[in-house]
């Protein structure tokens, strides 16, 4: 027998910084790869970036100017060396549709899909998984069937459709809710001109301005898209939930709590969840980052200037540039998501540490 | 004088293809002795052991004439009062510490849960009592051990945990399920000896439940044989290998031994009527 456990706790904390400064190094090496197939698409697609900024009709040397600027004439890797340094900088390059800065168009439109995509996984979480729980423990009650049809509702529905009926519903019929949009036009002009913008997520601005009467608004515009991703998300939370916490319950530590004389309440809520939480957490943030990608179809049908929404506009314009900028922002949070979710999996499962 | 009484249980799982009968009206009773279960795999002595507890999983359904635990009838008690006797009254140690430890909880926290949950411990409290409990199961840097978690812990270390943290709270019965079949040969001795000492010094009743003959003989007073999930036989432990019934002998024939003769061994007779 030997008496070998736990290391001391310094060395745990140790592990865990040596383990954030891999994930960031991971970070970065994926961020390289997606900046090269970004970088290859736009040399690869048949659309020409000198013409579409000149004109047809421009003469040789205008098109000769605007070669040089771009440094099209440049050997390709040292175009690549540009773009990448460019993009950690934080410059995308101009979109051709608007001539404007694409980061700083992105940093507008990401916003409003940050704001809807994290309520809507606040609710989807929050919902979703006491319903799998729920339904986990008592399997073929009334309540499981419930959060089953209710779920795979979510998972067959068209979302376009659904939001079309809420709409309808809630906001033709009932007058419950603001229609589409982020906010009524009125109060659009206050938070553009005398409001002070720190996120450029409204609820968030205008809470932090005072401005409830913005803010209440807001809350009346979002309340039913982020209600509908929100509804999305749960179906797919709550039924991992349940398949989760249907195999830890399982499980023979489950007895052992049990044996223990532990009220049911907290075998289900500390003893099996804490385990739950493990793959759970991937499985939210999976979610999240499905959502954060801009959800097209819900943001064209609420006229969300959200990222999804974006990224549709300029591709329909084949304005490659910006498409290309938002693809970078959707790779960039994704990957940062999963090292979040990385990270936080570790505090989670002392076994994913070792 | 008796601590557990049961008579004529069943425990029955309802499935598509019908009822599968676990345990089919097992009658035993037990005083502070030490009682061993034998069987083979699917006899059902694991189920008797945790349908004293009370455990049994839906769709599993647990029946009994009587089961007097202390003059209290668990088939009539409620689920607060099973809860009470769990752990408190009643304790488990389960085959596999690998799986019966909850992974993502530190040793410490699992053993003093009971102590603060049920019986209303400070934290210092608490955690002195389950310092002192693994010293009991000699473990030698029990500080350490309360800071680790579960897989860091060998099997042996595990099942000592385990022992310790069913006796805390002192029981009147331990129901010890395979509890050393997980562990090195080496591993079983030591847990074993720890386990003997405990229960005789604490003077509580014990069910052994093994599939392991010769441990069984030497380890318990009184011995059940099942099979099919009833009981065929029943005798002193002692007298295990002198057993009469046809299917005890032919579990004890199906025993190698060290220097018997060689060749295959004979395999168990189960087409007896003692099975109906």
């Known amino acids: 027998m030997t008496d070998i456990p736990a290391p001391p706790r310094n060395t745990r904390l140790l592990q865990i910084l040596q383990q954030v400064g891999l994930g960031l190094m991971t970070l970065a090496i994926t961020l390289l790869g997606l900046l090269l197939v970004t970088f290859v698409i736009a040399r690869v697609v048949p659309i020409d970036p000198v013409l579409s900024i000149v004109g047809e009709r421009a003469t040789e040397a205008q098109i000769q100017a605007v070669r040089d600027r771009l440094g099209l004439d440049l050997p390709m890797w040292q175009q690549f060396f540009i773009y990448v340094r460019d993009a950690l900088t934080g410059d995308l390059g101009q979109s051709i549709r608007t001539g404007a800065d694409i980061s700083s168009e992105i940093a507008r439109y990401f916003p409003a899909t940050l704001e809807l995509a994290t309520l809507g996984t606040i609710f989807g979480t929050l919902v979703g998984v006491p319903a799998g729980v729920l339904a986990a423990t008592r399997p073929g009650s009334i309540a499981d069937q419930i959060v089953r049809v209710v779920g795979l509702m979510g998972y067959s529905m068209p979302v376009f459709w659904l939001g079309l009926i809420g709409l309808l519903v809630f906001y033709g019929q009932l007058d419950w809710v603001a229609g589409p949009g982020r906010l009524d036009p009125t109060y659009d002009m206050m938070m553009e001109f005398t409001l002070t913008s720190y996120t450029g997520m409204i609820l968030i601005d205008s809470a932090l301005n005072g401005a409830w009467d913005v803010f209440a608004n807001a809350v009346s515009h979002i309340i039913l898209p982020a209600g509908l991703l929100g509804y999305v998300s749960m179906a797919y939370i709550s039924r991992m939930t349940r398949s989760f916490m249907m195999n830890e319950l399982g499980q023979e530590y489950i007895t052992t709590a049990r044996v223990k004389g532990m009220p049911e309440w907290r075998v289900i809520w500390v003893h099996a969840m804490k385990n739950v939480m493990v793959p759970l957490i991937t499985v939210i943030a999976l979610s999240y980052a499905y959502l954060l990608e801009g959800s097209v179809l819900t943001e064209t049908i609420f006229a969300w200037p959200g990222l999804g929404s974006y990224i549709t506009d300029a591709l329909f314009a084949a304005d490659m540039p910006a498409v290309l900028g938002g693809t970078v922002v959707v790779g960039v949070v994704f990957v940062t998501l999963n090292m979040l979710s990385d990270m936080i999996y570790r505090l989670v499962d002392p076994r994913a540490r070792t | ?276």
């Open chain 2, 1 to 276: 004088m008796t601590l557990l009484d049961v008579r004529n249980l069943r425990v029955t799982f309802d499935t598509e293809t019908g009822p599968v009968e676990a345990v089919r009206g097992v009658s035993f009773s037990l005083g502070r002795e030490r009682l061993g279960i034998v069987g083979e795999s699917g006899s059902g002595k694991t189920m008797t052991g945790r349908a004293v507890l009370r455990l049994i999983r839906p769709p599993g359904r647990i029946e009994a004439d009587a089961m007097l635990f202390d003059g209290q009838d668990l088939m009539r008690a409620s689920d607060r009062e099973m809860r009470a006797l769990r752990g408190k009254r009643i304790g488990m140690v389960m085959q596999d510490p690998k799986y019966s430890l909850n992974p993502v909880m530190t040793v410490g926290d699992q053993l003093t849960e009971g102590l603060r949950r049920r019986d209303g411990l400070g934290r210092r409290d608490a955690e002195a009592k389950a310092l002192a409990a693994l010293e009991a199961v000699q473990i030698r840097d029990p500080q350490r051990v309360m800071e680790a978690f579960p897989h860091e812990l060998s099997g042996g270390m595990g099942q000592r945990v385990m022992i310790a943290m069913m006796l805390i709270p002192e029981p009147d019965l331990l129901i010890a399920d395979e509890p050393t079949s997980a562990l090195d040969v080496t591993v079983q001795a030591e847990v074993l000896s720890i386990l003997d000492r405990l229960v005789r010094e604490r003077g509580m009743g014990l069910i052994f439940i093994s599939h392991d003959l010769r441990l069984v003989a030497r380890f318990c007073d009184r011995v059940l044989v099942m099979y099919k999930g009833k009981v065929v036989e029943e005798l002193e432990a002692r007298h295990l290998l002198e057993a009469k019934h046809p299917y005890t002998r032919g579990l004890l024939d199906c025993l190698p031994r060290i220097g018997g003769p060689r060749g295959p061994l004979p395999a168990l007779d189960r087409s007896g009527a003692w099975a109906q």
